[in-house]
């Protein structure tokens, strides 16, 4: 094919860190009118090599051609001129704005000197109305739902002329509805010309919307490949380099004792607005219990009351027989609790310490690891080298900072010292969120382990859905603050049927979730 059919070509791209090498002569070809796969493992160089395609890095070795013709990209502003633009897996949006304000930032037109809000109204509902976004573009970003936020993102590329989208992990926080109407507004940009590379760790996904994929690893490239040539087992193992179990198989629960007990919790902001709203469950001994919704509807304020972040104002909870009220985020841990936060960089670890200094955190007190008044520097060593081996974390050596590692790696030293910690209530929130298939399916194998094994007890709140199907058993519906559906068997309900609910199509009544919850 020749160079003209290719909206993008990045040509044999070295790019050097100090002490690494994250693209090693990688060569990507996005087609025009194409939806193009880019898929890896965390850490395998997919994130570097989109930012020396936005201009956030420059490459060593390699050369970049646009529309068969060789291009300099220094920086986004570069990026944006070649109609290249990037939709982060982040929102970067003003919520006290509109749609509008929010689209035009930085191109706003102007009259007599002024913003043009009216003009800024016209361009961003031309586009949105093109694409059948479904977007009212005088609505304050605060007032949108989860799904919105997402083509607000994809608004702001389309304003400024591009016709390269990249889009990392777009349906992250989408229900299966708004990934099913994200998917027929890519395939209009498709139509239109536009080419897109799709960066996503959910294969299924892949599979239906990109006709071609390629694959990276350690720095790699593993090749490019036509999608109908593939299954996601081949894919994963591509991704992998070994064979990844995608469909979790685990015995019923064994109902023990009640190892949480929540009752008519109720948590309000300062406004007395309830986020929280009259929740009452359970968490029994060797049981998953999951919890599904959208984004925002009370399950980060849930976590962190359970973990002592948050107080609350009515209620109670109790944890292995422990009353939460009033205590302290170290009393509560002490009491059996381990706590996997959604946000791994600003509560999970601390980036400037290094990997043996985040995984014994919680535990330089414990006589086991002291000698007298001192650490037993030799015990906790072989102790931490020993968890970088079990939970396969790729790193120089334990005294290598968190910081410097992948986000699938520093969610590993995460996950290591919970699950490690000696704790029988685990509370994991969004624990596979951002991360490769291989380290999702580990995390989700060692906590159904530690669950069946162990008799401990987790609470696993997830926005991917078939996370929470698969591993959990009791499986609850958050919407506005309440638990509105309640399954006894969580695989025996549908992704659709989820979203139904999430979305608020459906609400069980307190009779058809008696006894459940």
Do not use: W
């Amino acid at each position: 094919m020749s160079s003209e059919n290719y909206a993008i070509e990045m040509l044999h791209i070295t790019k050097r860190f100090p002490g690494i090498v994250a693209n090693d002569d990688i060569t990507l070809q996005l087609k025009k009118g194409e939806i193009h796969a880019l898929l890896g493992e965390n850490g395998a160089g997919k994130s570097t090599l989109m930012s020396v395609l936005f201009g956030l890095y420059q490459a060593e070795e390699g050369v970049i051609k646009k529309d068969g013709k060789e291009v300099k990209i220094n920086d986004p502003n570069d990026a944006n001129a070649l109609g290249i633009g990037m939709v982060h897996q982040h929102f970067m949006l003003l919520n006290s704005l509109t749609v509008a304000e929010n689209v035009v930032l930085g191109i706003e037109p102007m009259k007599n000197g002024l913003f043009d809000f009216e003009e800024a109204v016209v361009m961003t509902q031309k586009i949105a109305d093109k694409y059948n976004f479904a977007l009212d573009a005088r609505t304050r970003v605060k007032d949108l739902s989860v799904g919105q936020m997402q083509k607000v993102e994809i608004l702001k590329a389309l304003i400024k002329g591009a016709r390269v989208l990249i889009l990392d992990e777009p349906t992250a926080v989408l229900t299966p509805q708004e990934t099913e109407e994200l998917f027929e507004q890519l395939l209009l940009l498709r139509g239109d010309g536009h080419a897109i590379i799709f960066i996503s760790h959910k294969l299924e996904e892949v599979m239906r919307l990109c006709s071609r994929v390629t694959v990276l690893r350690h720095g790699y490239s593993q090749g490019a490949y036509d999608v109908k040539d593939l299954t996601e087992a081949k894919i994963s193992r591509l991704m992998v380099g070994r064979d990844v179990v995608l469909k979790m198989e685990k015995e019923d629960p064994k109902n023990g004792k009640v190892l949480v007990d929540v009752k008519n919790l109720v948590v309000a902001d300062q406004g007395g607005r309830r986020l929280i709203d009259d929740m009452s469950f359970s968490i029994r001994e060797g049981e998953v219990v999951g919890i599904a919704g959208v984004e925002g509807n009370g399950q980060s304020e849930l976590s962190e009351v359970l973990s002592g972040m948050k107080s609350y104002s009515q209620g109670t909870v109790v944890i292995n027989g422990m009353n939460i009220h009033g205590k302290s985020v170290r009393e509560i841990r002490e009491n059996g609790l381990a706590h996997i936060s959604e946000d791994r960089m600003v509560f999970g670890c601390a980036g400037t310490l290094s990997i043996k200094e985040n995984i014994i955190a919680d535990r330089f007190r414990k006589k086991e690891l002291r000698n007298s008044i001192f650490l037993n520097e030799k015990k906790i060593n072989q102790e931490v080298d020993g968890y970088i081996r079990e939970f396969e974390i790729a790193c120089d050596d334990r005294d290598q900072p968190v910081r410097m590692l992948s986000g699938g790696n520093i969610q590993k030293v995460v996950v290591a010292r919970e699950f490690t910690s000696g704790a029988n209530v685990i509370l994991a929130n969004q624990p596979t969120r951002g991360i490769d298939v291989g380290t999702a399916e580990m995390i989700r194998k060692t906590l159904l382990r530690k669950v069946r094994e162990e008799n401990v007890g987790a609470l696993l709140v997830s926005a991917d859905l078939n996370e929470v199907l698969e591993v959990s058993d009791r499986l609850f519906v958050m919407r506005k603050g309440k638990i509105v559906a309640a399954f006894p068997r969580a695989n025996q309900v549908s992704e659709e049927e989820l979203g139904e609910y999430m979305l608020g199509l459906k609400v069980m009544t307190n009779e058809e979730m008696a006894g459940v919850i």
